[in-house]
């Protein structure tokens, strides 16, 4: 069974898409892993969009297009996870035509939606310690002691510089752009499905095999 997963960054799906992967065998076929791993293997169509990247110039659809043939002859037989990946109709047209062309064909668009407020919040309080990288958060859940981590006793934090609200709107804004396009191409054949991205990691896990599982 082949999905397209969407959702703006922070709201789960890089965790949705490693658990599918572990349960199901699925696998995440993300476009930007994709070209990095395909430019590293020197494929044929790595080579194609190494000289296209080297020479400044934005990578085609029809170098994704065969980026994507290429990994799913690979035989990846338990279904795939499309990842930032279609962006456009025109994308989205060529995705049908290269899983058709495999007997195969989008089975659910499942999208991770998200109070964007909520997860700004839940974004930009976040922050590890340095030393063994337990999770805290500001308003959330805060080390016990001030300033010293409950597992290892470190008083050093680190937080990530992109976990601030002027990145994470603009990302989310970005997503809202580069998706909004594609949805109406799905509603209209009926295959896309909504889930909680707020609810917690197993229940928004419940709610994805709930529609996998599903009468189709
Ligand atoms: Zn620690």
Redesign the pocket.
Known sequence: MDIVLLGPPGAGKGTQAARLQANRGMVQLSTGDMLRQAVAAGTPVGLQAKAVMEAGELVSDAIVSALIGERLDDAIDSGAIFDGFPRTQAQAEALDLLLSERDRHVAYVIELAVDEDALVQRICGRFT??????PYHDEFKLPKVDGV??????TEFKRRPDDNETTVRTRMAEYRAKTAPILPYYEQRGLVRRVDGMASVDEVAAQIDAILDGPA
Request: hydrophobic share 35%; net charge negative.
């Open positions: 310690c340095a030393v063994c990288s337990a981590c409950d597992v290892c006793g470190s």
